[in-house]
């Protein structure tokens, strides 16, 4: 079992920056992915930028130029750098872990508010 802690949301003007942390409680060595998602009310959950094992990263096209997702090298965190935001940004942001084998899971944070207004 991995528990996945969020930090870093909070309430900033449009044209801010923040950064999300997310926080595994152990390191893991079979990760195919992590990832942060985004869910506004009344919206279904979003991805909002991902990295795979092999390199890959994907981003939300709403996102692209003014997000950028980073690790550490051991999966133990994973970051999400936020400029330019925007009122539409609005949502909680939730870490995901996904990883491959015999123990394949798929692991979720209690997620992060994110507030973008003025």
């Known amino acids: 079992q991995v528990h996945l802690v969020e930090s870093g949301g909070g309430l900033v003007q449009p044209g801010g920056s923040l950064r999300l942390s997310c926080a595994a409680s152990?390191?893991?060595?079979?990760?195919?992915?992590m990832g942060w998602y985004r869910q506004a009310p009344e919206n279904e959950r979003e991805l909002v930028a991902r990295?795979?094992?092999?390199?890959?990263?994907n981003y939300a096209d709403s996102v692209k130029g003014r997000f950028t997702i980073s690790r550490d090298n051991g999966w133990n965190t994973l970051f999400l750098q936020m400029n330019s935001l925007k009122p539409e940004d609005t949502a909680v942001y939730y870490c995901?872990?996904?990883?491959?084998?015999?123990?394949?899971?798929?692991?979720w944070g209690q997620g992060t508010q994110v507030t973008v207004s003025s």
């Open positions: 995901n872990l996904v990883t491959y084998g015999p123990s394949a899971a798929n692991y």
């Open positions: 990295i795979t094992s092999v390199g890959t990263i």
């Open positions: 152990r390191s893991m060595s079979s990760v195919y992915s």
